[in-house]
Every structure is written in structure tokens, then in C-alpha cells.
């Protein structure tokens, strides 16, 4: 028996790109790639600084980066959106009516959202999180399937500021109780349940558990996705679509 582990997964073939993909793409070759790591090290301040430019701020910054060693503090005095830059920047720049998400559930069911409609979703959903107290700097637990309301969910948070922990569908009411008591969410958004290898994962009944091993939450939104009977608390529960039904599609 030899006394030594050969690997048998060593790859060396290569694919070359369409040209048609490559004449599209944003580095062109490994070279050019090799060039920008190179700056990224030699020149970290004016490599960020450019990268940085390209995205929205409501305020400039005052330094890319400031050392203090260990620490470095980045682009100080600025202030921005992750939301803005991924979806009212994309309709001001005429993508509106560009698709953002082509989605296809497990089960076959499709769905498709352009920038401007996932704008406005996630519009909604930031108005139903703040009309139930979520201010910046509130933490929110996101425990959903792969479904469209998923990124709307995150996004939204990220409109209004407020820090998400996603917490994987698969994981047990133990995991996801012990994130939520962490962080101590305020908030928990999760759906009935969902679809995993042709099962319906009882996601709804796992967030009961959670939520009543800790102390912080307030409210849970629920997504109705696999429509089973779940349990209901009229005081805390509250369900996604009649919740954004109330809601205006513009949030700041």
C-alpha cells in the first residue's frame, strides 16, 4: 500500500471563450486580469478609488483608505446604497425594462421581474418592514427558499439599512434560533415552506421554534409558497402579499 495520496483530479485542459463573449466581457484576457491584480497591489487607494467611482454616491469620500494598523478604515465620510446601485441607477441609466431575474422554481413554476418591477417590489417590502419599526442599524432574519422574494427581501433591507442575516432553508430551528438570538433580530421573514428534491421543507413550523427560543423577535412576515397548513399568530404573523397590497412602490 503506498504511503503517499495521488491526487486524480488535477485539470489542465483549457476553454477558450466565443470571441463574440469575449469582445463582451469587462477583462478581455488573462493578461489584462494579471495587470489590474498588479494594481490592485501596488496602488490599492487608486485602484479602489476607480472601481469605486463607477458606482453611486449620495455623498464623495474623503479618503479611499485610511491605515491604522491593523486596522483600515475605507472611504470615510461617504455614503451610499446597495440597493440604489443595483436597481434605481439601472432604471435611470434606461435598463428598466431589462429583465433583472429570470426565476424557475423547482416545480416548474417561472416568473420573471425587469429592474423597474423589482424596483418597485422591493419598494413595497421596505415599507412594510419600516411600517413594523425596522430602522437602521435593526437586524433582520431571512429564512426563505429560492424564491423571487428572497433578493427582494435582502434588498430591501438593504434600502432602509438594516443589517440581514440569511440563514440557509436547509438548516434546522436550532441554527436559525441560534442566528436570530445573536444578532437579535427583530424581525424574521420566512415562507410557509418550500420545495427541496421534491419535498416540502415545513420552513414556517421551523421559524415557530426558532422565534420561541428567543426574545427579540416582534413580527414575521410569511411568504405563501407551498400553501400547507401552517400555525398562526395573528399578533406577530403577517402574511407577505396581503402585507405589500397596503404599500406605496417608492421608498427612500
Known amino acids: 500500500m503506498s504511503d503517499r495520496i495521488d491526487s486524480m483530479l488535477q485539470e489542465s485542459r483549457r476553454f477558450p471563450p466565443p470571441e463574440a463573449f469575449r469582445e463582451r466581457a469587462r477583462l478581455a484576457s488573462p493578461e489584462q486580469y494579471q495587470e489590474l491584480y498588479r494594481r490592485s497591489i501596488d496602488d490599492p487607494a487608486g485602484f479602489w478609488g476607480e472601481v469605486a467611482a463607477e458606482l453611486h454616491w449620495f455623498e464623495p469620500w474623503n479618503e479611499v483608505v485610511a491605515f491604522d494598523e491593523p486596522h483600515a478604515r475605507w472611504f470615510e465620510g461617504g455614503r451610499t446604497n446597495l440597493a440604489y446601485n443595483c436597481l434605481d441607477l439601472q432604471v435611470e441609466r434606461g435598463r428598466g ?4 431575474f429570470h426565476w424557475e422554481g423547482e416545480n416548474g413554476d417561472k416568473r420573471s421581474l425587469t429592474y423597474r418591477e423589482l424596483l418597485r417590489e422591493v419598494g413595497r417590502f421596505a415599507n412594510v418592514l419600516r411600517d413594523r419599526g425596522v430602522r437602521a442599524g435593526d437586524r433582520v432574519a431571512i429564512y426563505m427558499p429560492m424564491i423571487p422574494e428572497l433578493p427582494v427581501a435582502m434588498l430591501a433591507c438593504a434600502r ?4 440581514h442575516s440569511v440563514v440557509f432553508g436547509g438548516f434546522s430551528a436550532d441554527a436559525l434560533a441560534g ?7 427583530s424581525v424574521v421573514i420566512t415562507a410557509d415552506g418550500g420545495y427541496r428534491k421534491g419535498a416540502a421543507v415545513p420552513l414556517k413550523r421551523n421559524a415557530d421554534e426558532a422565534i420561541s427560543r428567543t426574545s427579540s423577535v416582534r413580527h414575521c412576515v410569511v411568504v405563501q409558497r407551498t400553501k400547507e ?3 398562526w399568530f395573528p399578533e406577530r404573523d403577517v402574511w407577505w402579499h396581503e402585507a405589500v397590497q397596503e404599500q406605496p412602490a417608492t421608498a427612500d
Not at 432602509?160 to 443589517?163: K, L, Y
Request: glycine residues 6%.
Open 179 to 185: 442566528r436570530i438570538e445573536d444578532a437579535e433580530c
Open 160 to 163: 432602509i439599512g438594516a443589517p
Open 97 to 100: 425594462e431589462v429583465v433583472a
Open 229 to 231: 397548513e401552517i400555525a
